[in-house]
């Protein structure tokens, strides 16, 4: 676990000197061999490189278009770095687009992207669906749907008829979620204050918590939380879940899916709640400083810093943070103590996957994108 740490704090040391030019555009049918952190499936260069741009530690990228003929990895799109910043080698490779993250250029934190993607399927990640005469259409309704991120249209021509006119709304996650979430000696965690963790609504919510209790069964996801409030946002932000239970020995967040019941029982460590509908939740969770708390991974930077209250206004000011941990005088590594790791995960539309398919077409929420009312 130190070892990643350290290994993750060297890795943004180094690199980051090197990344202070604002490098838009992009090089066609130019690869960018070796240096992959990871591949995520992406349906144009332009969203691979604004992948590549959210992703902490992504300082360029490959991406293999869908007229790619080598083999079937068309829509991938691998997220790099190197050291120095650099790609080692730029090799010209027919099908592939390559480009540098944005991380420089002030990026915008909610990019718009209202292209149509003709004959590509974004399959899973499906919540509801509808029918509708047109993709228009299918785009309206997810715009207007706070939960859809991005859609899937079967068009007029599809083979199977009983499907045709299908529109099929999807999710991703668009708050930060923090992957992990671990009890360590020695270090301190918090979120930045700016607000980016919830939606804004006028009306406060009434508390909706349920202390020493559980509600077992049902479970839609199992993710990471820092506290029960904090899980209540993730409820609240997921289309499919009706009620959440939060453990806080193991920070572990249960979304739950089931609409037709709630059976509780008396669990002295859980937490259990409802979401929130259209109401502004007690946002003090976010201000809190988590005592023995590690946000292991997900570091674009780290720096010295005097405490954690230095650390978590680095975080603040940093536009791309949204979440920190601070090492103190009691890290069990002496060569990282008083050190301020500054972090944030992808929070744009992401596909988990994205394939060819005959007469569909795919799209993303318009919500945006600035509209000529
Ligand atoms: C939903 O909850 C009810 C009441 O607790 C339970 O009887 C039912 O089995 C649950 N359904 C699913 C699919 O878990
Ligand atoms: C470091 O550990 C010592 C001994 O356990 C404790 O007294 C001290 O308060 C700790 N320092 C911090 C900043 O937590």
Redesign the pocket.
């Known amino acids: 676990m130190v070892a990643f740490l350290v290994a993750a704090g060297l890795l943004s040391l180094s690199s980051f000197a090197f990344t202070d030019e604002c490098r838009p555009g992009f090089l066609e049918n130019m690869d960018f061999p070796g240096a992959d952190l990871t591949f995520l499936f992406s349906p144009s260069a332009e969203h691979c490189q604004k992948l590549c741009t959210q992703h902490p530690s992504c300082l360029f990228f490959t991406f293999l278009r869908p007229d790619w003929t080598r083999d079937n990895r068309h829509f991938y799109c691998y997220l790099k770095a190197t050291a120095s910043g650099e790609p080692a080698t730029q090799t010209p490779l027919l099908g592939v687009t390559s480009g540098f993250s944005l991380k420089p250029c002030s990026p915008d934190p909610r990019p718009c992207f209202s292209e149509t993607f003709e004959n590509v399927d974004f399959p899973g990640a499906d919540y509801r669906a509808l029918f509708t005469a047109t993709y228009e259409e299918c785009q309206r309704a997810c715009t207007q749907d706070p939960g859809c991120q991005f859609f899937t249209f079967i068009t007029r021509n599809f083979a199977q008829a009983d499907i045709r006119f299908k529109c099929h709304l999807k999710f991703s996650w668009t708050i930060p979620r923090t992957p992990v979430v671990e009890k360590k000696p020695g270090v301190l965690s918090g979120f930045s204050h700016t607000g980016q963790i919830s939606d804004q609504f006028d009306t406060a919510c009434q508390s909706s918590l349920f202390l020493n209790t559980d509600i077992p069964?049902?479970d839609l996801l199992s993710l990471k939380a820092v506290s029960a409030e904090h899980c209540q946002v993730l409820c609240s932000a997921h289309p499919q879940c009706t009620y959440f239970s939060f453990t806080s020995d193991n920070f572990r967040c249960f979304l739950k899916n089931?609409a037709?019941?709630?059976?509780t029982k008396a669990d002295m460590r859980v937490t259990s709640g409802t979401p929130a509908r259209f109401c502004q939740l007690d946002g003090n969770w976010v201000k809190l400083t988590y005592e023995e708390v590690d946000f292991r991974g997900s570091d674009f930077r780290n720096e010295p810093a005097d405490d954690a209250d230095a650390c978590q206004r680095k975080c603040t000011e940093a536009p791309v943070c949204q979440f920190y941990t601070y090492t103190n005088e009691n890290f069990s590594d002496q060569a990282f103590r008083r050190r301020c790791f500054l972090k944030r995960v992808i929070t744009m539309p992401a596909p988990p996957k994205v394939t060819k398919l005959d007469h569909v077409a795919s799209g993303f929420t318009l919500r945006n994108c600035v509209t000529a009312a």
């Open positions: 069964g049902s089931n037709s019941g709630m059976a």
